[in-house]
């Protein structure tokens, strides 16, 4: 079956640096998304990669190593807004989207 | 109005009523989405129109009955649901070119759903 795993929870203090990892065994692939999800509203695209390699987005990176089914989100000088939960979805062979579970970012001041 | 927008953004219903949830996207786009968002669960996805076609989940009830009367709305039916139903309904949108899909959602802000 397809699975995406990310880590259900994650604190972190404001200032600091966090990484959010995502794992991924679909039926092929055909690029990795994150989305940032703040309670009670929209998810929003954070970012979008489909070869290897590093995507740097002002505060926010986004990594993908295909041949590990690994990818990880990165946040720089955390903000408190930063508090919200971000979702990791991997398009597959059939250009559907399977989505994790999400992580819930808690920033402390 | 932009993006993706959603009505009602709270519904509260009985488990004999009828309901109709609304999406609707100014963005231009050919695909619109339903999906399901139960807490600490991946989404959901129910339906798919994309470039005028209708793909579903196979395993949402017929409890669930979409419309999708023009590419910029979306309709959700909703009768006889259980208490189970409860979620927030989640609509996108995005801009598919056929053969790739390889395309960006734009989500609306959701539906919370209570079924009592």
């Known amino acids: 079956g397809q699975n995406i795993d990310q880590p259900t929870e994650m604190t972190a203090t404001e200032g600091a640096i966090v990484q959010i990892n995502c794992t991924y065994q679909t039926s092929g692939f055909n690029g990795l998304f994150w989305y940032q999800q703040h309670a009670g509203e929209a998810p929003t695209f954070l970012s979008y990669?489909?070869l290897d390699g590093l995507e740097e987005k002002g505060r926010f990176s986004s990594f993908l190593s295909r041949s590990k089914g690994y990818s990880y989100l990165l946040l720089k000088e955390l903000q408190m807004k930063d508090s919200a939960s971000y979702l990791c979805?991997?398009?597959?062979?059939?250009?559907?989207?399977?989505w994790g579970a999400g992580t819930k970012l808690i920033i402390k001041p | 109005e932009t993006g993706v927008t959603q009505t009602p953004r709270h519904l509260v219903m009985g488990m004999t009523n009828k309901k109709s949830l609304k999406c609707e996207q100014h963005?231009?786009?050919?695909?619109m989405y339903w999906y399901k968002q139960s807490a600490k669960k991946p989404l959901e996805l129910m339906f798919v129109y994309s470039l005028e076609e209708r793909v579903e989940n196979n395993s949402v009830p017929s409890r669930f009955s979409p419309e999708c009367p023009n590419s910029s709305h979306l309709f959700l039916h909703l009768h006889t649901l259980q208490p189970e139903d409860s979620a927030l309904y989640l609509c996108a949108s995005s801009q598919r070119t056929s053969g790739t899909g390889t395309d960006t959602q734009y989500f609306g802000p959701g539906t919370r759903l209570t079924v009592l």
């Open positions: 990669n489909v």
């Open positions: 963005l231009g786009h050919n695909a």
């Open positions: 979805a991997v398009m597959d062979s059939n250009y559907q989207l399977i």
